[in-house]
């Protein structure tokens, strides 16, 4: 696994998404892109480790990239096995956890990359 954070996070933050509506990202004001970041309360190690080992279990996900405060990860679709890309950023002064996924290939994708990151949150709540 790599450290590759610092090329990820521009200004400290996750990158925004591009003018296409196969994006979603928490940290960047865009209405058409945006997407509520996780929250929790208590420890925020504990907060991370339950995502990342949510994300080991995640289907057809693989982490690529992880440090004490940023995870990026590759998802393969479903159908067509395009590789999505699937990014996290811990915020422990607010409790939250920014949220990036977003396609590589294409311009539409049918709001997959919104169901991805809910699907995640439900699983990320029921901890």
């Not at 995502?51 to 996900?61: A, K, Q, V, Y």
């Not at 607010?94 to 990359?113: E, K, M, P, T, V």
Request: charged share 30%; hydrophobic share 35%; aromatic share 8%.
């Amino acid at each position: 696994m790599t450290n590759h954070a610092e090329n990820r996070l521009p200004d400290g933050k996750l990158r925004p998404c591009p003018d296409s509506p196969n994006c979603v990202c928490s940290e960047h004001e865009s209405r058409e892109h945006w997407i509520e970041p996780l929250s929790f309360s208590g420890e925020a190690n504990a907060a991370w480790q339950r995502l990342t080992d949510i994300l080991r279990n995640f289907p057809r996900t693989k982490i690529v990239a992880e440090t004490a405060d940023h995870i990026e990860g590759r998802v393969r679709t479903r159908i067509f096995r395009f590789e999505d890309v699937l990014e996290f950023r811990l915020d422990r002064i607010a409790n939250l956890i920014h949220i990036r996924s977003a396609s590589q290939i294409g311009y539409s994708d049918f709001g997959a990359n919104h169901r991805r990151v809910e699907s995640l949150r439900k699983l990320f709540c029921e901890e």
